[in-house]
């Protein structure tokens, strides 16, 4: 008895080791890798921005980076590449961008998306926005300085948030919007929890 009761416990013990390190590298090994093409990624707008061709909206590629999201109320050092399509493989990244939603800046719902928990939890802490804390969108053409409006949870298959205007499929924009959209509540994907705004300011970039 003696011994079965060993075992057991000698089984417990490691199994809990492997669960330990299994979350270790869920929480640490995945961010490792979200920081390393973060690295990548804004060197890659950094390039855009001061090159030699002219600023402009442009199609962007799958998996390339769009612009840099900034969030002061997050800290100063809060800045993340955000990344063209939300694909699991996407969003390893860092944020990304629904592909059909509107562009930075643009008339309708630029909408993006980012993990809570794992890869760099660039969204973990976005349920800490309140009404008029600012979204920044350095783009390649400007600067995009988005209003929170409001805060919403909604279940997975609510996709009127994608709508260009957030929530209300029917209705014909005439404003910019951003939305920003990660699961809820943490370690869990049973929900989602929302953050809405209005464009606020627009800063060209001077050519």
């Not at 390393?36 to 855009?48: F, N």
């Not at 279940?155 to 499929?169: F, H, M, Q, R, W």
């Not at 699961?183 to 970039?205: D, F, M, N, Q």
Request: charged share 25%; proline share 6%; with cysteine.
């Amino acid at each position: 008895m003696r011994a079965v009761l060993r075992a057991v416990g000698e089984l417990s013990i490691t199994a809990g080791l492997i669960m330990m390190m299994f979350c270790a590298y869920l929480l640490w090994g995945t961010g490792a890798y979200t920081q390393r093409q973060q690295v990548r990624l804004q060197r890659e707008l950094s390039a855009k921005v001061t090159g030699e061709e002219p600023a402009k909206l442009a199609k962007i590629q799958l998996g390339k980076a769009l612009a840099l999201l900034r969030i002061p109320r997050l800290g100063r050092d809060y800045r993340y590449a955000v990344v063209e399509g939300v694909d699991a493989e996407h969003l390893k990244k860092g944020p990304g961008h629904y592909p059909g939603s509107a562009m930075p800046g643009q008339v309708g719902n630029f909408v993006l998306s980012g993990h809570r928990t794992t890869y760099a939890a660039p969204f973990n802490e976005i349920d800490r926005l309140r009404r008029d804390d600012e979204i920044i969108i350095e783009a390649r053409e400007a600067r995009y300085t988005y209003r929170v409006t409001s805060q919403d949870i909604v279940t997975p298959d609510e996709v009127e948030i994608l709508a260009p205007v957030p929530g209300k499929p029917d209705i014909r924009p005439v404003r910019a919007f951003i939305t920003l959209s990660t699961c809820h509540p943490e370690y869990s994907a049973a929900e989602r929890l929302i953050v809405y705004g209005v464009l606020k300011k627009t800063e060209l970039r001077m050519e």
